[in-house]
């Protein structure tokens, strides 16, 4: 039941029900002849001069009762042509309403499904709560199975063996029922506190993307699609306009995609919500008698034994019918959101399917961009001496978006805690400073803090973080250009979502441990100190000596290679790396990582064990801190324990934005078209 509400409660608004909001829906419920929600005393001043408009345009309504937008008529058309010929239906085809409040721009919808006064509403088929970010929605079936929900009615196209096949004449009397809701099931959560509740169907048209445009080669081409829904169920139009957008008025002609036929498909769907149709009997829609049932109809259960058995049991289900012709509507007797999504997902495969040339997916992506462990202390020019973009050119980019400061550094207008650097600029971590040389060689500084972004003129972005597990401090770096990564032809359950998700969740942190302090420095003492020149096999590129291990001018991802068995290693490097223990390797790693060439070859003493009972102990230390790696969990093993893997020294999770998830359209170009 709604909310109950105290009597001055009809002059406060609460959260984001926003007075413009509230009037501009007063007045379209007002258009349409049903009652609003009670303005605040003084606050209606301008009712009693559009009153005679309004009137004006019921007239004209009545008028024209018979009058249906142009997308609305395309569908009746489709009803005329597959149902008027059913003698079993009386020459009656039901008719779309023709007087509906239509959500003519995004927004309406949510403010429609939560009374003003109020910051919840709850029916017998959801619960609806005024948060922050607007409004949740909680339906009270969130379903997972799909086994016995599809039917399709037998209008000519073939009926999929794995679907139930419903009479056009049973269709038909389901269309009636489900445009003839019970008054319970039109009012609105709107006026829900209201003295008189408005009682009406709402209407969003959607104008779903089917080919996505390609420049030079196609251009972006949608089909049109209409929801009718009973008042009470207005949050499904609220959650599927924050999927798919707002199309707009379908009255008016730059909302008709016939009069745009180079972007419009061709194609036309519906869906209409009628949670009501479970309550219906085989009986009264016309199904036959299991005497007078085919074998499909007794297999389908599309037939009754007793006069009393429900339409599909009692359980919610979807009813499509379409035709070559390119209209497809369906009926879906549930408040999931979800079946809502699914079926425009499907009707847009629908149009897909018929145009050719393209394709509707389940699919996700995202944008990824790397993300680096970069310790204590990081300058890019010194890992990426190509780079070459200035701060000049960055400045000259940016434009009156970055406020030049005295010291050679900007700082965005619109983001205060975005800071532009130059190319040179060192951050020092523990000093917790950026310093660089400007151009009259003087030696510059700001002070580096938690919370701020570094950007360089290459884009490189550099942050001062502390991890979740309380560790110490870290600089991350985050690349400047992102990948895009596509998860095409994804089965439900394929990790669609899951590209987009960061997997730090996954990671976790434990200490590195050493065997016997002074033997195991050794042996990574032999590692750093023998010649890699020879290790190929071919001959080609043995040298007489390589780069040492702790060279400037070899990178971590450079050790990680020349520590790995390789095919192009001859055998006996190759045995010989089988040779090092797995945790002796890992500290080679985690010592490139930390090392500082200052060190020289003195680099022991900056790594230490705790003494435990006049004994060395095995936990190692760097800088008098516990030595942590990060490890990744990946699955179980037989035995239930964590499947894990260590991760690269300066490892970090990446940085992605959700680009799609599950309805993706796309198109195979040719290259020689792009």
Same mark, same amino acid.
């Given at each position: 039941?709604?909310?109950?509400?105290?009597?001055?409660?009809?002059?406060?608004?609460?959260?984001?029900?926003? $007075?413009?909001?509230?009037?501009?829906?007063?007045?379209?419920?007002?258009?349409?002849?049903?009652?609003?929600?009670?303005?605040?005393?003084?606050?209606?001043?301008?009712?009693?001069?559009?009153?005679?408009?309004?009137?004006?345009?019921?007239?004209?309504?009545?008028?024209?009762?018979?009058?249906?937008?142009?997308?609305?008529?395309?569908?009746?058309?489709?009803?005329?042509?597959?149902?008027?010929?059913?003698?079993?239906?009386?020459?009656?085809?039901?008719?779309?309403?023709?007087?509906?409040?239509?959500?003519?721009?995004?927004?309406?919808?949510?403010?429609?499904?939560?009374?003003?006064?109020?910051?919840?509403?709850?029916?017998?088929?959801?619960?609806?709560?005024?948060?922050?970010?607007?409004?949740?929605?909680?339906?009270?079936?969130?379903?997972?199975?799909?086994?016995?929900?599809?039917?399709?009615?037998?209008?000519?196209?073939?009926?999929?063996?794995?679907?139930?096949?419903? $009479?056009?004449?049973?269709?038909?009397?389901?269309?009636?029922?489900?445009?003839?809701?019970?008054?319970?099931?039109?009012?609105?959560?709107?006026?829900?506190?209201?003295?008189?509740?408005?009682?009406?169907?709402?209407?969003?048209?959607?104008?779903?993307?089917?080919?996505?445009?390609?420049?030079?080669?196609?251009?972006?081409?949608?089909?049109?699609?209409?929801?009718?829904? $009973?008042?009470?169920?207005?949050?499904?139009?609220?959650?599927?306009?924050?999927?798919?957008?707002?199309?707009?008025?379908?009255?008016?002609?730059?909302?008709?995609?016939?009069?745009?036929?180079?972007?419009?498909?061709?194609?036309?769907?519906?869906?209409?919500?009628?949670?009501?149709?479970?309550?219906?009997?085989?009986?009264?829609?016309?199904?036959?008698?299991?005497?007078?049932?085919?074998?499909?109809?007794?297999?389908?259960?599309?037939?009754?034994?007793?006069?009393?058995?429900?339409?599909?049991?009692?359980?919610?289900?979807?009813?499509?019918?379409?035709?070559?012709?390119?209209?497809?509507?369906?009926?879906?007797?549930?408040?999931?959101?979800?079946?809502?999504?699914?079926?425009?997902?499907?009707?847009?495969?629908?149009?897909?399917?018929?145009?050719?040339?393209? =394709?509707?997916?389940?699919?996700?992506?995202?944008?990824?961009?790397?993300?680096?462990?970069?310790?204590?202390?990081?300058?890019?020019?010194?890992?990426?001496?190509?780079?070459?973009?200035?701060?000049?050119?960055?400045?000259?980019?940016?434009?009156?978006?970055?406020?030049?400061?005295?010291?050679?550094?900007?700082?965005?207008?619109?983001?205060?805690?975005?800071?532009?650097?130059?190319?040179?600029?060192?951050?020092?971590?523990?000093?917790?400073?950026?310093?660089?040389?400007?151009?009259?060689?003087?030696?510059?500084?700001?002070?580096?803090?938690?919370?701020?972004?570094?950007?360089?003129?290459?884009?490189?972005?550099?942050?001062?973080?502390?991890?979740?597990?309380?560790?110490?401090?870290?600089?991350?770096?985050?690349?400047?250009?992102?990948?895009?990564?596509?998860? $095409?032809?994804?089965?439900?359950?394929?990790?669609?979502?899951?590209?987009?998700?960061?997997?730090?969740?996954?990671?976790?942190?434990?200490?590195?441990?050493?065997?016997?302090?002074?033997?195991?420095?050794?042996?990574?003492?032999?590692?750093?100190?023998?010649?890699?020149?020879?290790?190929?096999?071919?001959?080609?590129?043995?040298?007489?000596?390589?780069?040492?291990?702790?060279?400037?001018?070899?990178?971590?991802?450079?050790?990680?290679?020349?520590?790995?068995?390789?095919?192009?290693?001859?055998?006996?490097?190759?045995?010989?790396?089988?040779?090092?223990?797995?945790?002796?390797?890992?500290?080679?790693?985690?010592?490139?990582?930390?090392?500082?060439?200052?060190?020289?070859?003195?680099?022991?003493?900056?790594?230490?064990?705790?003494?435990?009972?006049?004994?060395?102990?095995? =936990?190692?230390?760097?800088?008098?801190?516990?030595?942590?790696?990060?490890?990744?969990?990946?699955?179980?093993?037989?035995?239930?324990?964590?499947?894990?893997?260590?991760?690269?020294?300066?490892?970090?999770?990446?940085?992605?934005?959700?680009? =799609?998830?599950?309805?993706?359209?796309?198109?195979?170009?040719?290259?020689?078209?792009?």
């Amino acid at each position: 039941m709604p909310v109950s509400s105290s009597p001055n409660q009809a002059n406060t608004y609460h959260g984001d029900a926003e $007075p413009q909001l509230v009037a501009y829906l007063n007045l379209k419920l007002r258009e349409i002849a049903q009652p609003g929600f009670p303005a605040p005393v003084g606050s209606d001043t301008l009712a009693p001069l559009v009153d005679h408009f309004l009137a004006l345009s019921r007239e004209k309504d009545r008028a024209l009762a018979r009058h249906l937008c142009p997308i609305d008529q395309r569908l009746q058309n489709f009803l005329y042509d597959n149902l008027d010929d059913r003698p079993d239906l009386q020459g009656e085809v039901p008719r779309l309403p023709a007087t509906t409040l239509v959500l003519d721009r995004p927004g309406l919808a949510r403010g429609l499904s939560i009374p003003p006064d109020a910051d919840e509403h709850r029916s017998d088929i959801l619960s609806s709560h005024r948060v922050r970010q607007g409004v949740l929605h909680n339906p009270r079936a969130d379903r997972r199975t799909t086994q016995g929900i599809f039917h399709i009615a037998d209008f000519g196209v073939p009926v999929p063996d794995d679907k139930k096949a419903v $009479p056009p004449a049973v269709f038909g009397r389901l269309l009636r029922h489900a445009l003839n809701p019970p008054p319970e099931l039109l009012r609105l959560p709107f006026t829900a506190t209201a003295p008189a509740p408005a009682e009406c169907f709402v209407t969003l048209h959607l104008r779903p993307v089917v080919t996505p445009e390609v420049p030079g080669f196609t251009p972006l081409r949608s089909m049109e699609t209409r929801l009718f829904a $009973p008042g009470a169920l207005v949050a499904n139009l609220d959650f599927l306009e924050r999927i798919f957008g707002n199309a707009g008025d379908p009255h008016l002609p730059e909302n008709d995609a016939a009069l745009d036929p180079a972007h419009w498909t061709g194609h036309s769907g519906c869906v209409i919500l009628a949670t009501h149709l479970v309550t219906l009997t085989k009986r009264e829609l016309g199904l036959p008698p299991w005497d007078h049932a085919t074998p499909r109809q007794r297999r389908d259960g599309m037939c009754w034994q007793t006069p009393e058995e429900l339409y599909n049991d009692g359980v919610a289900f979807k009813l499509t019918a379409r035709d070559t012709s390119g209209v497809m509507m369906t009926l879906i007797a549930d408040n999931y959101f979800g079946y809502c999504k699914k079926e425009v997902k499907a009707q847009i495969s629908f149009a897909a399917n018929l145009l050719g040339q393209c =394709e509707e997916e389940h699919a996700g992506g995202a944008i990824v961009f790397p993300c680096y462990d970069l310790g204590e202390d990081f300058q890019l020019a010194r890992h990426l001496a190509i780079v070459n973009h200035t701060f000049p050119e960055a400045l000259a980019l940016l434009g009156e978006r970055a406020e030049l400061q005295p010291a050679g550094w900007a700082r965005d207008r619109r983001y205060p805690n975005i800071c532009y650097v130059p190319r040179d600029a060192f951050f020092a971590l523990r000093a917790q400073t950026i310093t660089w040389t400007d151009a009259a060689g003087v030696r510059q500084s700001i002070k580096l803090l938690p919370r701020h972004t570094y950007v360089l003129p290459s884009g490189y972005k550099v942050e001062m973080v502390r991890p979740e597990d309380g560790r110490r401090w870290r600089l991350r770096g985050t690349t400047a250009e992102g990948l895009l990564c596509h998860k $095409p032809s994804t089965v439900s359950g394929g990790g669609k979502s899951e590209i987009s998700k960061s997997i730090a969740d996954a990671i976790f942190t434990a200490p590195n441990f050493v065997s016997d302090p002074a033997r195991d420095f050794d042996v990574i003492d032999a590692i750093l100190k023998r010649e890699y020149g020879p290790r190929f096999r071919d001959p080609a590129f043995r040298k007489p000596d390589g780069r040492p291990v702790l060279s400037p001018e070899r990178s971590l991802g450079s050790v990680v290679k020349l520590l790995s068995q390789s095919p192009d290693y001859n055998d006996e490097y190759n045995d010989w790396l089988g040779t090092i223990p797995r945790y002796i390797r890992d500290l080679v790693l985690l010592l490139k990582r930390v090392y500082k060439p200052e060190w020289g070859d003195d680099w022991r003493k900056y790594f230490t064990v705790d003494t435990i009972n006049g004994r060395p102990g095995n =936990e190692l230390k760097f800088m008098g801190e516990k030595a942590m790696t990060h490890f990744l969990r990946v699955g179980f093993t037989p035995d239930g324990g964590w499947r894990t893997f260590s991760l690269r020294k300066d490892f970090h999770p990446a940085v992605k934005i959700q680009v =799609e998830d599950d309805i993706t359209a796309s198109i195979v170009v040719p290259a020689r078209g792009l």
